[in-house]
Each structure stands twice: as structure tokens, then as C-alpha cells.
């Protein structure tokens, strides 16, 4: 161990990323995350676990990254009412996560914004359903959410969902507005939650993966990915590395899948209708190739706890590397058409624009950081494999606008072609498939924690088992956390009619923030 | 901007056409009401009620030009009151039941709802629980049920076809 830590004894944690656990009391908790944060550490992740049956009582976890490392640090809430010390003036980021601990664990810390987050009306304010002793929920009626109100001559509010105008998933926006210019946006979510994680607790693995698979559907590579990953290491997988090289490869496909389908919408978005037909039908030949190759058009069950489902042949193999120089002979000539495309750029240029600064107190991550010049990325961050074996780009820009994240788009296309072809030529021979672990040589790890750069950003799944065989609790965490309210400051000062380009130009997830 | 028309000009019609892939086997019962109410125009209103967004994706992706919805009439509309058709996904998350009721109220007669994917008909991985109520035809009056994980852009392509009545 690095002696540059600066807090209390770490374990490591099971997984391939390289991760280190410790458990402490509430102030040290506190402590440490001050510490972390002043030395250049962000919060990854909080969430909470229902561990009173084996005695450990309500534990609240902070995932922190630090230095090419990742540090679970967890404590134990104060009991009678169950209360932790707030971080979210350490980290703004832990602000959300705090509430949905409120209404998921009872869980409280002050102070904080007193308002329910994943809460609506589905269950009581005094119910939690990942306690173990949650009965079931007993429906309230719908109350109205206090949004906060902007005042001053001329402000009024336009609100926005949970349906919205077009063909996407359900939430509210509350814009306060002077005219056309947008002082204030506040999201609210939840509208799309499946208790995804009180079900994951119930299931054997070999389900949960579908289920894991289903909670983000523009994700189901990165989140199975990221659950396969902690299941691993909790039960002692020991992963094939032709299964590793194929995992990579079908992540980077579901990476420029989403690209492309983004990029179009964002021409549509513009009035280029043009450009939406052509991403359009690029998207389309893409996704059937994963059908015939994967029998799936969004690669679905493709991953498996222990390795993937099916593999690549020859004719395959040759097949995708055509592909993909036509792809990329087809999107050069649409990135051409677009940069120069001046009525387009006009849209693009200096909308929505978010700041280095922004992004790192807000612990933005992935696509939507890397566009304003902080490199945020699990692949580089914390190298584990096969992209160690692999020639990586980390394409960057630094505008941070709307412009920005459709070039960093672009950039991150041929990025991905390029691993492809790299995985491709690296594709080693070999099983598709762990053999089934040795239980009775492999400690059972207590805690794993897995982790993949989607397309969003970095994916986690964090696995705890207490006492004994079946019962665990999965949490899962999407990046769109982090980014969330990194799309309410892009929108802030803006015009209304650009919102749709700033929210296509990120894409948040819904149904993977709301689980 | 030469490039642009260069482009256009340039663009070639898709390799298969539809016709090459077998069509589903979705029965879709249209009462001749509605068929004539809508006139071969069938205006789709949306309404994710808690799907992972996989269906959405297969939903959009019917619209492009390689399915092209369109040509069959259908458009999608940004309010129920403009819609002949509501089109839900997901297993309705307790917290969209009032949204999802408010936007069949609102639609005029005659109307259809189609429940899009497993977790819409009830059959999907999400089951009902303390945040679900499980299936769209619990909120709701169903009149087709499309079943998929997700459906797949054929399927509402062809059951699209069907309601509009045409060949």
C-alpha cells in the first residue's frame, strides 16, 4: 500500500479494478472524504445497506476516486433515528444520493434539502423499502414537489413533463424564465423507478444479469458488464481472456451505436433533417450487424456471469473489419458536411455550455467531462483489462458546449473503431467461458465492486453479501448522477428553444438514475 | 454545402427492403370506426411508463428511413389531444400511473392503446412490485398488445400497417 493514503487501513477490494475498502466511524468518514476531496478526490457513488441481521446496522457508502484509485469507505449510521454526518458541502454530488437514502433507507444526515428524491407517491415517508422488514408500500396520494422558486419582475416558470414532447423517457423539468432566457433549471426524478435493487437482492445471479441488462436499455452492455464484474470477484471467476477481449469489443460497439443515434437526433433537433436520416440508417445496419452477430439489436444478454454468450468467427471477424471502414469512411464525410455546415454550428457553437471548473466540483464524469476538457474515464483512470492490452485514445475537448460533445462524439466514433480493430487483431484463442469456481478453495469475498466506461460514463455495480449464501444487495450507480445537475447549469443563462440540443447533446439516463 | 447535395444526390435506397424480413405474428383487431375516423393518418402519442428506454430506441428507430413509419401515415404527436393512438412502454412505474391515466383521458374518441414490449403486456423481467404496477392494461383499457424485449421496429411497422388498414 501507497503510504500517500491519507486515512486509515485499506483493504483491498475483490475485482478487477483497482479498488481499496475501509470501514469507520462517522467522523472519520467525514474526515476522510475532506481529506480525499482537498487532494484532488471526487465522490463516485453513495448508497446505502440494510446489514442489521448480521449486526452491522445501516451502513451508508461513499465510492471515492482518487489518484488512479477507488476507495469505499464506509460507516455505520448513528442508530434511534438513523443519522450520518452530510458530505454534500464536501461534495455537491452527494446531495442526491443523500435524499434517495432518506426515502429508500431511512437514512438521514443534517443538514440537508428535506425534500424525497426517488419518492413521489408510491410508498409512505415512513416506509424504506431496501429494509429488510419493508412490507410492500402503502400508495400515498400525490403531493406537489416545492420546487425552488426563482422571484423577480417578469420571472415565471415553464413546466416540462414527466411526458415529454418527444419519443423519450419520463421526467420533469421546472424552468424559471425571463422571456426566452433560462435563470434556473431544476429537474426532478424518480418518475421512472422499478426498485431494480430490492429485486436484485432476490435474484440468483444468472437472473439478475437479465435484469441488470434491463434497467438502462441504451446501457445493457456496461451495466451487465459491471455486474458480471462483481459477481466474478465475489464467487472467484477467473475470466478467459478471449471472453475479456469480447466483452471489450461488444462495449465499444454499444458505444458508437448510441453515438450515432445521438448525433442524429441532434441534426434532427437542429432542423438538418438530413443528417438524422443518415445517422439514422448508419445506426440501423449497425444494429442489425449486432443481431446477426449477437442475436440481439442492442446486445441483450450478450455478457454472462463468467463470460460472454457467443463468439466471433473468422468470416465474422473480417466481416466487422469491413464494416467498420465503411462506417468511418461514411461518418468522415458527414462530420465534413456538418463542421462546415454554418446554420448548424450557429445552434451548436456556445450552447449549453459547461465549465472544467463546473465539472470538477460537481464530479461530472464521462462523455459530458471529457467534452469540457477533464479526462474522465474508467478505461484510462483505472486501468484493468483487456484495455490494458489495448491502444488507447482519450479524444478531448475543451469548449465544453454543445459543439464540444458533438465533436468529442465524432472523436470518440473513431476512437472506438480503432479499439475494435485493435481487439480484433488482438483476439486471442481460447474458452468463451470461466470454469465454475473452486468454492471450497476461494474465500468468499464479502464485497466486490465492479465497474465500465458506457457510453454515459462509468457504470458501477457494487456487491455486498452478509452472512452466508443468498441474500445481497446490489447497488447499482449510472454516471448520470453526477451530470444531472451539470445539465441544469449548462441550461442556466440559455435560450428555451435550445434546451432539446443541450439535453440531446448529454442524454441522461432516466430509468438507470431512478432504478 | 456542395458536399450536402453532393451527399443527398448520392445516397443510395437501403440494400433489403422490408418485405425481405418475415412479419410478425401480432394480431391487431381495428374497429372499421376507427379506421375511417382516422382517414389513413394515424397520429401516435408516446408515453414511457417506466421502460428501461429499449423500446424507446426501437420505437424511434421505426421511424427512420430504413422502416419509415411515415409512409404509412403515422406521425407521432407531442399531446394526447392530437393522438388517435397511445403507444406505452414499461411496466408502469407507480409514479407515472397518474401521467399515464391523464394522457388516455385526455386523448378524444375513438381511440386505441397499445401496450409496446413484455413489461407494457405484463410478461417482461420488471414484475410488479411496491413501485410497479406491472402491466399497462392494470392502468389503463389495452386494445393490442405488442410483445418483444424490445418489440422490434418490424413489429410496430406491421401493426401500424394494420390499424391503417393498408397494404
Known amino acids: ?515 | 454545402m456542395r458536399r450536402l447535395i453532393k451527399r443527398i444526390l448520392t445516397t443510395g435506397l437501403p440494400a433489403a427492403r422490408l418485405s425481405a424480413i418475415s412479419p410478425p405474428q401480432e394480431e391487431t383487431g381495428a374497429p372499421a370506426t376507427f379506421r375511417s375516423a382516422v382517414g389513413g393518418a394515424i397520429a401516435v402519442r408516446h408515453v414511457d411508463a417506466g421502460s428501461c428506454n429499449a423500446c424507446e430506441l426501437e420505437i424511434l428507430a421505426a421511424d427512420n428511413i430504413y422502416y419509415n413509419l411515415a409512409r404509412l401515415g403515422v406521425h407521432f404527436v407531442a399531446s394526447p389531444r392530437h393522438a388517435d393512438v397511445l403507444l406505452v412502454t414499461g411496466p408502469v412505474s407507480r409514479h407515472m400511473v397518474t401521467a399515464v391515466r391523464d394522457a388516455y383521458d385526455a386523448m378524444p374518441a375513438p381511440k386505441l392503446v397499445l401496450a409496446f414490449g413484455d413489461c407494457a403486456a405484463g410478461c417482461g423481467i420488471h414484475v410488479s412490485n411496491y413501485a410497479t404496477v406491472g402491466r399497462v392494461a392494470d392502468v389503463i383499457p389495452v386494445d393490442i398488445v405488442l410483445s418483444g424485449c424490445p418489440p422490434t421496429p418490424l413489429v410496430l411497422v406491421e401493426a401500424m400497417r394494420r390499424l391503417a388498414g393498408k397494404k
Open chain 1, 1 to 515: 500500500m501507497d503510504d500517500s493514503f491519507p486515512s486509515p487501513p485499506l483493504a483491498r477490494v475483490d475485482g478487477p479494478l483497482p479498488a481499496w475498502m475501509a470501514t469507520m466511524d462517522g467522523d472519520s468518514w467525514r474526515h476522510a472524504c475532506a481529506q480525499y476531496q482537498s487532494r484532488g478526490g471526487r465522490l463516485a457513488a453513495l448508497w446505502g445497506t440494510d446489514a442489521r441481521d448480521c449486526g452491522a446496522g445501516l451502513l451508508v457508502h461513499a465510492l471515492l476516486a482518487w489518484n488512479g484509485r477507488l476507495l469505499w469507505l464506509t460507516t455505520a449510521a448513528h442508530p434511534m433515528p438513523p443519522h450520518y454526518p452530510d458530505i454534500s458541502d464536501i461534495f455537491p454530488a452527494a446531495a442526491r444520493p443523500e435524499r434517495a437514502l432518506t426515502d429508500l433507507l431511512g437514512i438521514d444526515c443534517r443538514p440537508h434539502d428535506p425534500r424525497p428524491w426517488l419518492r413521489h407517491n408510491a410508498w409512505s415517508a415512513h416506509e424504506f423499502p431496501l429494509r429488510a422488514d419493508f412490507a410492500g408500500g402503502t400508495q400515498g396520494a400525490d403531493t406537489p414537489y416545492p420546487f425552488t422558486p426563482v422571484g423577480g419582475e417578469g420571472v415565471h416558470e415553464i413546466a416540462v413533463g414527466p411526458i415529454h414532447a418527444g419519443t423519450i423517457e419520463p421526467g420533469h423539468f421546472r424552468f424559471s424564465v425571463v422571456g426566452d432566457e433560462v435563470l434556473r433549471l431544476e429537474s426532478r426524478l424518480g418518475y421512472a423507478h422499478k426498485g431494480a435493487e430490492k429485486r436484485l437482492a432476490d435474484l440468483a445471479p444468472a437472473e439478475g444479469i437479465r435484469l441488470a441488462g434491463r434497467i438502462c436499455g441504451d446501457s445493457t452492455v456496461a451495466y451487465a458488464l459491471a455486474y458480471a464484474m462483481a459477481i466474478e470477484a465475489l464467487d472467484g471467476h477467473a475470466i478467459p481472456a478471449r471472453a475479456q477481449g469480447l466483452r471489450a469489443l461488444l462495449l465499444e460497439r454499444e458505444r458508437i451505436a448510441n453515438h450515432l443515434g445521438d448525433l442524429g437526433a441532434l441534426c434532427g433537433d437542429a432542423g438538418l433533417a438530413f443528417g438524422q436520416a443518415q445517422f439514422g440508417l448508419l445506426k440501423e445496419r449497425w444494429l442489425q450487424t449486432h443481431h446477426q452477430m449477437f442475436g440481439h439489436r442492442y446486445l441483450m444478454d450478450s455478457i454472462t456471469i463468467g463470460g460472454v454468450a457467443s463468439d466471433l468467427g473468422t468470416p465474422e471477424c473480417r466481416q466487422m473489419e469491413t464494416e467498420l471502414a465503411g462506417l468511418e469512411e461514411e461518418v468522415h464525410t458527414l462530420e465534413d458536411i456538418i463542421s462546415e455546415h454554418a446554420g448548424l454550428q450557429e445552434r451548436f457553437l456556445d450552447t449549453g455550455t459547461v465549465s472544467a471548473e463546473q465539472v470538477l466540483t460537481h464530479n461530472g464524469v464521462g462523455m459530458a467531462a471529457r467534452a469540457a476538457g477533464v479526462l474522465r474515464d474508467l478505461r484510462v483512470e483505472f486501468p484493468h483489462a483487456p484495455y490494458t492490452r489495448l491502444n488507447m485514445e482519450n479524444p478531448l475537448r475543451t469548449q465544453g458546449d454543445v459543439a464540444a460533445r458533438v465533436a468529442l462524439r465524432f472523436a470518440e466514433i473513431h476512437a472506438a473503431a480503432g479499439l475494435l480493430r485493435d481487439i480484433l487483431a488482438k483476439l486471442p484463442q481460447g474458452p468463451l467461458q470461466a470454469p465454475a469456481p473452486d468454492k471450497t478453495q476461494h474465500t468468499r469475498a464479502a464485497r466486490a465492486l465492479g465497474g465500465a466506461e458506457g457510453w454515459r460514463g462509468e457504470v458501477f455495480v457494487t456487491v455486498e453479501r452478509y452472512g452466508g449464501d443468498g441474500l445481497h444487495r446490489v447497488h447499482i450507480h449510472d454516471p448520470s448522477w453526477q451530470n444531472w445537475p451539470l445539465l441544469e447549469l449548462a441550461a442556466t443563462d440559455g435560450l428555451v428553444p435550445d434546451f432539446p440540443l443541450i439535453n440531446k447533446s448529454f442524454n441522461l439516463a432516466y430509468s438507470g438514475h431512478d432504478l
